[in-house]
């Protein structure tokens, strides 16, 4: 059966495992998550915390965007440590594993594990493979390194990218707007940092999925319920906690963070610059 990418995301930040392996784990379980979790622990592929070793805890988020703004990539480089990480031959790594997916039209608008593209000729170098570049680096640098996950986006509109943290978390965001000024980027620059601090997960509520919304609205009935509220008054209970549902995953409903008395939306609105917020990726090193 097929598998919503958000429960795959929710099963990725419960467990820590791959995004693939979460798929696969789904699929198996029926959508169930709690079976797909423990599916995942059965087959050893669960992490036991987030933080369990090393290798995912250090590394960066790297995001480019062309010069035109209409090709845009993100990815997770991780390494042992934040000494590496900081070092110029990681940043170097980084910046030509981005250039590589920016350049092969394999990638274009696709998000995935890392290992999607290892086998890949490296653009730079048809002499190897991504893999082998990567194990080149390991070989000089001297620690384990992993690509975690990558996204790319091939824009209708325009792309921006913004990094937080030294590298820390890391946004990629399409928009629309009339013309780019100095005044729509900085609306723009203000919506990505958003979404670095505050975390939603759709942009609107019109984009999230109906199935999301059932499940949700199934829990907090049965919250209702458990709690020993008349059943008469539990569809407004559901309405109402639906709303602070939306104000903490959905990005034009989340209180701005500027000014936490307007919701994003209503900001973008009376920025008066026409701007429309397309999609958006956020990285957050540890797989979040």
Same mark, same amino acid.
Request: charged share 35%; with cysteine.
């Given at each position: 059966? $097929?598998?919503?990418m958000?429960?795959?995301?929710?099963?990725r930040?419960?467990t820590?495992? $791959?995004?693939?392996?979460?798929?696969k784990?789904?699929?198996?379980?029926? $959508?169930?998550?709690?079976?797909?979790?423990?599916?995942?622990?059965?087959?050893g592929?669960?992490k036991?915390?987030?933080?369990?070793?090393?290798?995912?805890?250090?590394?960066?988020?790297?995001?480019?965007?062309?010069?035109d703004r209409?090709k845009?990539a993100?990815i997770?480089l991780?390494c042992?440590?934040?000494f590496?990480a900081r070092?110029?031959?990681?940043?170097?790594l980084?910046e030509?594993?981005?250039?590589h997916?920016l350049?092969?039209?394999?990638?274009?608008?696709?998000?995935?594990?890392g290992?999607?593209?290892?086998?890949q000729?490296?653009?730079k170098?048809?002499?190897?493979?991504v893999?082998e570049?990567?194990?080149?680096?390991?070989?000089?640098?001297?620690?384990?390194i992993?690509?975690?996950?990558?996204?790319?986006?091939d824009?209708q509109?325009?792309?921006?990218?913004y990094?937080?943290?030294?590298?820390?978390?890391?946004?990629l965001?399409?928009f629309?707007?009339p013309e780019?000024?100095d005044?729509?980027?900085?609306v723009?620059q203000?919506v990505a940092?958003?979404?670095?601090?505050?975390?939603?997960?759709?942009?609107?509520?019109d984009t999230v999925p109906?199935e999301?919304?059932e499940?949700?609205?199934?829990?907090l009935?049965?919250?209702?319920?458990?709690?020993?509220?008349?059943?008469?008054?539990i569809?407004?209970i559901v309405?109402?906690?639906?709303?602070?549902?939306?104000?903490?995953?959905?990005?034009?409903?989340?209180?701005?963070?500027?000014?936490?008395?307007?919701?994003?939306g209503?900001?973008?609105?009376?920025?008066g610059?026409?701007?429309e917020?397309?999609r958006?990726?956020r990285?957050e090193?540890?797989?979040l």
């Amino acid at each position: 059966m $097929g598998v919503s990418m958000a429960d795959v995301k929710k099963l990725r930040e419960m467990t820590g495992a $791959g995004m693939l392996d979460c798929k696969k784990a789904l699929e198996e379980a029926g $959508g169930d998550i709690e079976k797909a979790k423990e599916i995942l622990r059965v087959k050893g592929l669960a992490k036991a915390e987030k933080k369990a070793s090393r290798e995912t805890k250090e590394g960066i988020i790297a995001v480019a965007v062309s010069d035109d703004r209409k090709k845009g990539a993100v990815i997770e480089l991780n390494c042992e440590t934040d000494f590496v990480a900081r070092n110029e031959e990681f940043k170097k790594l980084a910046e030509d594993i981005l250039d590589h997916i920016l350049s092969v039209d394999e990638n274009a608008d696709k998000e995935g594990e890392g290992t999607d593209i290892l086998s890949q000729k490296f653009v730079k170098d048809n002499s190897k493979t991504v893999e082998e570049l990567i194990k080149e680096a390991i070989a000089k640098i001297g620690e384990n390194i992993r690509l975690s996950r990558y996204c790319r986006y091939d824009a209708q509109g325009l792309l921006h990218s913004y990094v937080h943290g030294g590298g820390r978390i890391g946004v990629l965001l399409e928009f629309k707007a009339p013309e780019v000024n100095d005044q729509v980027l900085r609306v723009v620059q203000d919506v990505a940092m958003q979404i670095a601090a505050m975390r939603p997960e759709f942009v609107s509520v019109d984009t999230v999925p109906q199935e999301v919304i059932e499940r949700e609205k199934k829990i907090l009935a049965e919250q209702a319920k458990q709690e020993g509220k008349p059943e008469h008054i539990i569809d407004k209970i559901v309405q109402g906690k639906l709303r602070k549902f939306y104000q903490e995953k959905v990005l034009l409903e989340q209180p701005f963070i500027k000014d936490d008395k307007k919701t994003v939306g209503k900001y973008i609105k009376e920025s008066g610059q026409g701007v429309e917020i397309v999609r958006f990726c956020r990285f957050e090193l540890g797989g979040l």
